[in-house]
């Protein structure tokens, strides 16, 4: 292979969205550059090894472009719930890597995902982050488009020869894959791939076990979101849903037994116990999140089973008892609300679902090598008294908002780690907790470990390896 063609350094992207402020996501300068070490710079694939990845997967600029090609472009990627375009004309815009993408439903209710470039002279059609329209209107030279991306307005046309308006190159660009699953969106540029049920795998179940925390088995993405940036690299995000080692300690301040910042149910008195010895450098100490499993499948997809992570009061309401087990039955409605086989979902590479308790939609939006945006919809139940999606929403405020308990701990770390690993010594950052114990799980290639271990990480990285030393399809 060659050495990666480089595009022009995006850091310290100028970037204007919604409110995040400007100077927010300036990147970090880096301190000094690292050094390529014994890895030959020439072959990407040298980056990944069992137990390890170097410090270059996360601070390359020319390894970032290399990702938005053959890792964003080549992968389904998430874009919305068909709840948050229900009529004609709605709208959401997204990401697929760096193309800019609009999600719309169109006047007969087709949904369609459109390049959101002018096919003109290419200029943006539209900057906002949702709405809705009778149809697209460029700022440029006043070009519009229906909703199913055709035009359908050019302004002074008698200049152009006839022939130039049959043009079909006038409409907007489709995306070139859209796939529905039982209302989640997913695109992709790619022409050519496994179909999107085949890509997320063993994620289908975490999809369908959300929908049956539903009595009515549909779910609304209609409570707004949380939408903030780190100045730190794509994959800590998305690392850091499957990372059960790092509580106790990033998270002290919330889960301690004697210094909690939030009661785990109302009128609980105690902390949440989270290590069965008082000193987790114990040599049999264990982390009480181990008695959950991480499973990492092939295309890098991996989920959390955690047996606690539902019990919460809000969700332990007798009327939702009662909607869940008419639905389900009595047993099936108690496992659902007592347990989870499937907790965090992490749909690499775009996005995270939390699929119990807290639930709710993270998309990771990579901008730049070293900046990322987070946007969080917390999900509501369709059926369910208001008490108990106002309880998931309270519950998404306290723990991934940016006014957080939990999360702001986890965006401090992730820029700790981007500006850490600017010290260019040591060479690698370590996965290997539980390296050569995991165990076969029932998917294709799916490896199992206790949820503290690195399982689910190595999955996404010999995904990342496998798209990354392959050249264009
Ligand atoms: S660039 Fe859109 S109309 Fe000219
Ligand atoms: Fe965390």
């Not at 470039?117 to 329209?133: D, K, M, Q, S």
């Not at 903030?228 to 800590?236: Q, T």
């Not at 105690?270 to 049999?284: A, C, H, I, M, Y």
């Not at 940016?402 to 700790?416: A, C, G, M, N, P």
């Amino acid at each position: 292979m060659g050495t990666p063609a480089r595009r022009p350094d995006r850091q310290g992207l100028k970037y204007q969205r919604g409110s995040i402020k400007e100077e927010t996501m300036q990147t970090a300068a880096p301190l000094r550059p690292v050094p390529a070490a014994d890895v030959d710079p020439t072959d990407v694939g040298q980056l990944v090894r069992e137990d390890r990845v170097h410090a270059r997967v996360y601070t390359d600029p020319a390894i970032f472009d290399m990702e938005m090609e053959r890792i964003f472009e080549r992968a389904w990627i998430f874009m919305a719930h068909e709840s948050q375009i229900p009529n004609a004309g709605d709208f959401v815009t997204s990401r697929i890597g760096r193309h800019p993408v609009i999600v719309v439903r169109d006047g007969k209710g087709q949904v369609h995902v459109l390049y959101n470039r002018c096919p003109h002279r290419g200029a943006i059609l539209c900057r906002e982050p949702e709405g809705n329209v009778h149809h697209f209107a460029c700022p440029y030279h006043g070009w519009s488009f229906r909703t199913n991306g055709d035009i359908t307005g050019i302004p002074f046309r008698s200049a152009y020869p006839e022939s130039f308006l049959k043009d079909e190159n006038l409409s907007m660009a489709h995306v070139e894959r859209v796939e529905n699953y039982r209302g989640f969106i997913f695109a992709s540029v790619a022409r050519q791939g496994p179909s999107l049920v085949a890509f997320i795998g063993p994620l289908k179940d975490g999809l369908d076990n959300l929908l049956d925390r539903s009595p009515s088995g549909e779910i609304e993405v209609s409570a707004g979101v949380h939408q903030y940036a780190y100045k730190g690299n794509w994959k800590m995000q998305m690392e850091n849903g499957l990372d059960e080692y790092h509580p106790p300690f990033s998270h002290a301040s919330t889960v301690k037994p004697d210094g909690q910042q939030v009661q785990r149910s109302y009128g609980a008195k105690g902390g949440f116990k989270v290590l069965t010895g008082s000193d987790p450098n114990q040599e049999n100490a264990r982390s009480h999140y181990d008695h959950g499993e991480v499973h990492g499948a092939r295309y890098g997809q991996a989920y959390l089973t955690i047996p606690d992570a539902t019990r919460r009061s809000e969700l332990d309401d007798p009327d939702y008892r009662r909607l869940l087990a008419e639905r389900h039955g009595e047993e099936k409605a108690r496992a659902l609300i007592e347990s989870s086989n499937m907790s965090n979902a992490v749909f690499y590479p775009s996005v995270i679902m939390r699929v119990t308790g807290n639930m709710h939609i993270r998309v990771v939006r990579p901008i730049s090598v070293g900046l990322t945006e987070v946007l969080v919809w917390p999900i509501q139940i369709k059926g369910v008294a208001d008490g108990i999606n106002q309880g998931i929403v309270r519950y998404a405020n306290v723990h991934v908002s940016v006014s957080s308990f939990v999360q702001t701990d986890d965006l401090e770390v992730f820029e700790r780690v981007y500006e850490g690993l600017q010290a260019g010594r040591p060479d690698w950052v370590m996965l290997a907790r539980g390296v050569g114990q995991d165990w076969d799980g029932p998917y294709p290639d799916e490896k199992v470990g206790l949820a503290t271990w690195e399982t689910g990480m190595r999955a996404q990285f010999r995904y990342w390896k496998e798209q990354m030393t392959e050249a264009g399809r």
